[in-house]
């Protein structure tokens, strides 16, 4: 890879197959295709890899498979909504949870959808959002506890209580 490489490709050829089923699901209900939307054409020796496109697509709707599963690929469905009480609602309708991305240069408005969002972690005006201190993980079907970070190490501790009366002390 060049030092201006800025994606590589998926683990698997399952999840590029996963990738292009979103698309083309969400493209037949409606979406358009702002950028990407294919396996890239790559020279040999790269051409048979997992490679898809970074992708962004328009009028995403909550019927799309891009809503309701994890991708887990380059992809970014764009929902058009009105109200942020709206978008919340919406972003939480899913049984999934790891992760969620908004952007907004509004303070206020920031803190209040990061603690209205029912997701483990959350990217506000950012898009890299892990590193070996944040604790990693989800809510809802996205997992339970937390990797990395000293959360991460709560999961090997057993907590013990003691609560001693200082008066029966001798």
């Keep these: 890879m060049t030092p201006d490489t800025t994606h590589g490709p998926l683990i698997t050829p399952a999840g590029v197959d996963k990738v292009t089923n979103h698309v083309s699901d969400a493209v037949s209900k409606g979406a358009k295709v702002l ?3 294919e396996k890239p054409q ?3 020796p790269l051409s048979g890899g997992n490679f898809f496109s970074p992708t962004v697509l328009a009028e995403a709707t909550i019927d799309m498979r891009c809503f309701r599963e994890e991708t887990f690929g380059p992809l970014v469905p764009l ?3 009105r109200e942020d009480d709206e978008v919340v609602l919406m972003a939480n309708d899913t049984e999934y949870g790891l992760a969620a991305y908004f952007y907004t240069t509004d303070l206020h408005r920031a803190w209040t959808i990061a603690e209205q969002l029912e997701y483990g972690m959350i990217g506000l005006n950012e898009v890299a959002i892990t590193n070996e201190v ?3 993980g989800g809510m ?4 339970l506890g937390r990797e990395q970070g000293k959360y991460g190490l709560e999961e090997f501790l057993e907590t013990k209580y003691v609560c001693m009366g200082l008066n029966y002390a001798s």
Excluded: E, N, W, Y
């Design 79 to 81: 929902f058009r909504f």
């Design 140 to 143: 809802k079907q996205s997992g």
């Design 134 to 136: 944040a604790p990693f």
């Design 35 to 37: 950028v990407g939307g």
């Design 42 to 44: 790559l020279p040999d």
